[in-house]
């Protein structure tokens, strides 16, 4: 018998993957299983989740994917150290993003951020048309008229997207996941709404970037993306 059909069991198979991957990893990224410990043995994974041996094995081989745990025959499977892990991994990232001491986690995306955003701003100075940078532009305007956190975390988020796209490089594209993970670390922080003032200086800082890469300005574009990324963590680390 072949199952095919939506529903079958290789979507049931898939969904419980799916979610031993998600408990195991969350639980690993929290410091329930510390680094160089060992995770319970396969039966037992099994018992605690109600799942097959198949979706135990399944779940541990993307684990081992993402970095996270590492599998050795006759020894058993231990996480592996933290430097280890592939943090550039969407499933890896968000689970940092939901640690209840964030604020590590923000450092280093902070860091990570103003090292490759100001030269990918830079390079949109050079290589963006007039079309894309109109479309920057619209995307300052949603970000103006954003009428709730959520609205205005999306345009926030597909402006710096773009500006990656912009930048004409595939490896900086490929960062997408990492500052969407930021930004969604902030969204979900953010501890007030912004007044209307905060929010004027927000929009005019993200502007301060649109200006710099129509007029070609590379230096002032990188300068801007900096100021932009700084006052995020100036608001949200308090320094």
Not at 38 to 47: F, G, K
Not at 108 to 133: G, K, M, N
Not at 149 to 164: G, P, S, T
Request: include cysteine; glycine fraction near 6%.
């Amino acid at each position: 018998m072949t199952f095919v059909a939506t529903g079958g069991l290789g979507n049931q198979i898939g969904n419980h993957t799916d979610q031993v991957v998600e408990q195991l990893g969350r639980a690993i990224v929290a410091g329930e299983y510390p680094p160089e410990s060992m995770i319970p043995l396969d039966p037992d994974i099994s018992e605690m989740f109600d799942v097959s041996r198949t979706v135990v094995r399944e779940a541990k081989k993307t684990l081992i994917a993402k970095g996270l745990i590492q599998s050795k025959a006759k020894v058993g499977t231990h996480v592996r150290p933290a430097s280890e892990w592939n943090m550039f991994d969407p499933d890896v990232l968000r689970w940092h993003a939901a640690l209840k001491n964030v604020r590590p986690f923000l450092e280093d995306l902070f860091e990570i951020r103003l090292i490759f955003e100001p030269a990918a701003a830079s390079q949109a100075a050079r290589r963006a048309s007039d079309a894309e940078c109109a479309a920057l532009s619209k995307l300052c305007d949603n970000l103006a008229k954003g009428e709730d956190r959520a609205a205005v975390a999306v345009a926030d988020l597909e402006f710096h997207k773009l500006i990656l796209k912009l930048s004409g490089n595939r490896f900086l594209q490929s960062l997408g996941d990492l500052v969407q993970a930021a930004l969604y670390s902030l969204f979900i922080n953010e501890a007030h709404e912004r007044n209307d003032q905060e929010t004027r200086e927000f929009v005019e800082r993200h502007r301060a970037i649109v200006t710099a890469i129509t007029a070609g300005d590379a230096k002032g574009a990188s300068a801007a993306m900096e100021a932009v990324i700084l006052a995020g963590r100036r608001i949200e680390m308090g320094i």
